[in-house]
């Protein structure tokens, strides 16, 4: 698990084969992976009082990175399916 707990691994366990097939096969999936990355350190950093945001700033990032998540599984399914 990652230092703030929101790695892809962590979020998807059950999958972690699929998701690492994905990181080799996808530059769409390493894409989204990076920005879920980027997003969820944010988060983290806004969390732990390291940078200042108002709440709808955190409410719209903690949004974001739940449409990345639905993002993932959705990439997860299709390949399950595949």
Sequence with gaps: ???NGH???AEFPE???ILHTLKIESAAYRDLAARYHALAQEI???EAGIEAASDERLEDL???RL???DNVSS???ERKAA
Excluded: P, T, V
């Design 1 to 3: 698990m990652s230092e």
């Design 7 to 9: 790695d892809l691994q």
């Design 15 to 17: 999958h972690r084969a």
């Design 44 to 46: 983290s950093r806004i």
């Design 62 to 64: 903690k949004k974001r």
């Design 67 to 69: 449409q990345l998540l």
């Design 75 to 77: 990439m997860i399914m």
